[in-house]
């Protein structure tokens, strides 16, 4: 928490400096700027069925339960000026038992400034990407326990969190809204060895894009990341397209030796997002989208959210919680969920949201179509995201490393408890 601290008061002071300069080059417009900060947690307590073969700290072990922070943000942000605008958020996922350490890091830290509504330009460290909603989204407000981590297609090789630094536009003209970005992606240092992985070369922007329509009452676009759930607050129906693109972005081997294959990144996505509050105080919030990944030939990539394994795994999945999560091929993906009028439980209000989401893909390199299914009841206390209690269970396929194919499934239950200052 010291550490924290300190680093919460360089920020506040360096943005009340930045603030005062601004200010006095303003000052026939009289304006105070505003600082505002907040801190917010997600507390989870989960059992999980592992793979096969997995290790907990050099052990083999099948099952196990642990307590983890999934994600800790401090947001500080500043309306520096009626045209500029500044953000970062401190923080870091996944503090365990594996590490004594929390991570704590700077995800975001950039300035924007608007010319009008309609055309706004930023530049520093951000999730201000392209592609789909779900590919930059607000984790306070997710509807699902987790966050739809497919969407986050590069996370942790070529980005920080879904995050790199680089220079963006966006705006809202009419139903329009918009954004367009030119993103630096962290330089891969290791040599992929196997079949293709991100290529060990020189960096080329990563270009992307996400365009939506706006039906019935417009979203905010003061921040990157969208809203999960307006549970009762907001009538909201959108339609959206998005791409992103990155030349030579992948090899199938040392990419700087003549011979290896080089192979641009080239996505593309289209969805709808629904969020109808209904006259009996419930709502229904709902998403559908389709997403045409292409990596280079058979790519594929496991993972398993706050995995709490050490390493092993005898399925093509791996290790832990993992499974083919992100590949060269296609996915449908939907959300679906129903906010119940709010009621009274032991005394306290309460809005109770139960909700399901699958991930079907039909991935280049696996031999069955890839489904997972997640199903989650959130308990918003008073009715929003500041409180929240949600019991989830995620139902993962599991594939044999021979075959390919799918032989079997396995679960994780989790209970997770999300607090914010407000």
Known sequence: MKLVQSNMNKFLIAIILLSSMFVNAQEKKEFKPTIKW????????????????????????????????????????????????????????????????FPMQILDLYAEYAFSKAFEVGVGKSGWQGLNRWNVRSNKTLMGLDSPLFSLN????????????????????????????????????????GGVDFANNRPRVKTSSYVKYQFFEHESNKSAYQTGTYVQDKKVFNIGAGFQFQEKAMSDGDALLAGTNLYDMNHWAVDSFLNLPLNNEGAITAYLGFYDYDFGKDYIRNVGANNPTSGGGSDFNGAGVAFPMIGTGTTWYTQFGYAFKKSKILSYPMVIQPNIAVQSSN????????????????????????????????????????????????????????????
């Open 38 to 101: 907040n801190v917010r947690a997600q507390l989870w307590m989960r059992y999980s069925d592992l793979n096969e073969g997995s290790l907990v700290n050099g052990e083999s072990t099948s099952s196990y339960t642990d307590v983890s922070i999934r994600r800790l943000r401090i947001p500080v942000t500043s309306q520096l000026t009626p045209k500029l605008y500044f953000y970062s958020i401190i923080g870091g996922n996944n503090h365990s038992f594996k590490s004594k350490n």
């Open 154 to 193: 590069t996370v942790n090789k070529t980005d920080d969190i879904g995050r790199v630094i680089g220079v963006w536009a966006k705006g809202q003209v009419g139903k329009i809204d918009y954004r367009i970005s030119f993103g630096n992606p962290i330089a891969v240092t290791s040599i992929p060895t």
């Open 363 to 422: 991935w280049d390199v696996l031999n069955d179509t890839m489904t997972v299914y997640d199903f989650t009841v959130n308990f918003l206390m008073d009715g929003k995201h500041g409180r929240k209690l949600s019991l989830g269970y995620q139902h993962r396929p599991i594939f044999d490393a021979a075959t390919i194919t799918q032989k079997d499934y396995k679960g994780m239950f989790v209970m997770q408890y999300q607090i914010s200052l407000k």
